[in-house]
């Protein structure tokens, strides 16, 4: 090899170095790929390589991970439902997608919205999707009046919150509450019984680390009650049941980010068992929501390319997060008639059926693998169950009349009867011996 070759060899290598240290966006390709499911993964390597030995393919390159990025399904939540919350303007609020965004800059959005407002409230709605509102005081009682506001309330439920405990769950803190997080060391809370307690820091990153902000680094263990939150008008029994309740919401979020964090570490038993916890504490957490579309986006993705047994893991996940999800139990199901097990299939669907009777997609479901499985008196006693709401329904009739004449002649092969014994053929051969 001539010395040429090697300045070559070593101006490729040395290329390829610079691009990896100097571009956060190919630092964060595989967490764009893992987040978003997506599908293009050989593209996006090849364009890569590609790049390394032809300069001209890096816009090619560029343009992938930023097609990447815009996959990305944005909250349910609208973050202005905070300012009307708060009874403050939208225009005071600001929105942080935190996907690919280190520590530092992090830090630098809240310093930044601080110093234009004297201080901030920050709001997780999302695992990377916060909120900042400037620093204020709420009268709960004027809380509960938006609440009960129709057109108000339409904009809260379209972001699936349904009550202020539902919206005080996304409330993460205050900038007092916040700073100890950008420690570069576990920060501590105060003494209780000569026990000090970790407050934050679940898993500390170093200091400017180019990673994803982690939203267990902003969750207290000892969960206080807001001190800007008053009763105002509001019936001090229910204000009283309402401090009770944001303790119990906290609670749960808390238990769903330790959820995230045991499922970074890739402990998927320990994590699916805090989720679950959260679950039963506050089902309707916009966090645990987040993560249920998640869980069905990567099913149907799975589902997309053939990939049946990767749909019903998640769809087993989303099942022991909310074990009363009838969505998810039918899918789940779905995914078992597929794979080849309709006798599983069937009692999946008849939970299903059990959760949701005025369904009949499910009872139709558990009909065709009834009768897949070999169980036609169950497939029967469905369609009578049907029949009774729909007598007139000509199909389920039909129906009704082949699984029974098939469950006839399958009992006679069964029992050793003459093969030909219910033929037309039959019929033939007698009236030629006559």
């Not at 800059?105 to 110093?115: D, V």
């Not at 959260?278 to 966090?287: E, F, Q």
């Not at 008849?350 to 499910?362: I, S, T």
């Not at 009834?370 to 006693?381: F, K, Q, S, T, Y």
């Amino acid at each position: 090899m001539r010395k040429r070759h090697y300045v070559i060899l070593g101006l490729i290598l040395a290329y390829a170095v610079a691009g990896v240290v100097a571009t956060p966006r190919i630092r964060h390709s595989w967490w764009y790929l893992q987040e978003n499911a997506n599908r293009r993964f050989a593209s996006f390597c090849g364009l890569s390589a590609a790049s390394v030995a032809f300069p001209w393919c890096i816009r090619y390159g560029v343009d992938a991970c930023r097609n990447m990025r815009s996959r990305g399904r944005p909250s349910k939540v609208d973050h202005r439902i905070f300012a009307l919350a708060l009874g403050i303007d939208p225009s005071e609020t600001m929105m942080i997608d935190a996907r690919a965004m280190n520590v530092a800059r992090f830090k630098a959005h809240l310093e930044g919205f601080k110093s234009r407002h004297g201080g901030y409230l920050l709001w997780c709605f999302g695992r990377f999707a916060y909120c900042l509102t400037p620093p204020t005081k709420v009268e709960y009682g004027k809380v509960m009046e938006r609440f009960a506001d129709e057109k108000a309330f339409e904009r809260f439920a379209a972001s699936r919150i349904y009550s202020p405990a539902a919206l005080f769950a996304c409330y993460v803190g205050d900038d007092a509450a916040i700073a100890p997080a950008f420690s570069e060391y576990p920060a501590y809370g105060a003494m209780r019984g000569g026990i000090t307690s970790l407050r934050m820091f679940f898993r500390p990153t170093p200091t400017g680390a180019l990673s994803p902000v982690n939203v267990t680094r902003f969750t207290p263990f000892d969960v206080t009650f807001p001190a800007w939150v008053s009763c105002g008008d509001a019936d001090a029994a229910v204000f009283m049941d309402f401090e009770e309740r944001y303790g119990v919401v906290q609670e749960a979020r808390r238990e769903a980010l330790i959820g995230f964090d045991y499922a970074d570490g890739g402990v998927a038993t320990n994590a699916i068992s805090c989720w679950a916890k959260a679950a039963r504490a506050n089902p309707s957490d916009p966090l645990l929501v987040e993560l249920v579309d998640a869980l069905d986006f990567e099913a149907r993705s799975y589902l997309a390319i053939g990939n049946v047994n990767g749909a019903l893991r998640c769809y087993e996940h989303r099942i022991e997060i909310f074990p009363r999800d009838v969505a998810a139990i039918h899918n789940f199901g779905v995914c078992l008639k597929k794979a080849g097990h309709p006798e599983l299939a069937a009692g999946v669907f008849a939970r299903a059926v059990e959760l949701d009777p005025l369904q009949d997609e499910h009872r139709l479901e558990l009909i065709d693998c009834a009768e897949a499985g070999g169980h036609p008196d169950i497939a029967v006693r469905q369609i009578d169950v049907m029949l009774k709401r729909n007598p007139d329904d000509l199909e389920l009739k039909k129906r009704r009349a082949r699984i029974l004449v098939q469950s006839y002649f399958d009992g006679k092969r069964k029992t050793g009867g003459e093969k030909d014994d219910n033929t037309p053929s039959r019929y033939l051969e007698g009236r030629r011996k006559l």
